[in-house]
């Protein structure tokens, strides 16, 4: 049994380092995973009811909890051959016409340190989804996340790598003095913005 400990880790890295830990091994898969947070138990749960796992949890003391999770579905064969399968098919994996809009370096209302903190999470999160956007739009002080020192550029990197349009609107750069230190994607105006915005078939702003 994988044993995996996400204490310490914030959301929604145990989700998907689990989820990643489990497709890995394959059917028969068996996983404890250690969290500190209920929260984090429950997201686990949603992964498990999500891909067909048998879950079980329990507290295990004060802020720890031992989620174990059990894949049991399907042969070892039959799920290799949907493997091949999906990698011949599968080869472009966004959604045409979806661009998701970061015109912030934090996302929501409140503390900006929190914002901060959801933002690199919403990131990374997309960089994980199954189905990406077709391009991620920068601008105002989204841009700066597109910009060397950000702890989101690799992630915004592996979409990149993934076929995803990475766009950074210049004006912005230009303001925030960081024309030349743009690490991921390219230099666009807000012509160009405005325009994949109004014909977006799917427009996400966290």
Known sequence: MMQLDMRGKQCPIPVIETKHAMEAAGPGAEARILVDNEIAVQNLGKLAKRKGYRFEARKEGDREYSVQLFWEDGSVQQQAEED?????????VRR????VVLSSETMGEG???LGAVLMKGFVYA??????LPETVLLYNGGAKLSCEGAETVEDLKSLEAQGV??????????????????????VT???????RMTQAGLLVKP
């Open 126 to 131: 997309l960089a994980q989804q199954e189905v």
């Open 189 to 195: 105006n807000m012509y160009e913005i405005a325009q």
């Open 111 to 113: 503390s900006t340190e």
């Open 84 to 92: 091949a399968a999906s990698k011949e098919c599968a080869a472009d």
């Open 165 to 186: 349009e990475i766009l950074t609107c210049g004006t912005c750069l230009n303001y925030y003095g960081l024309s030349d230190h743009l690490a991921v994607g390219s």
């Open 96 to 99: 045409r016409g979806t661009v």
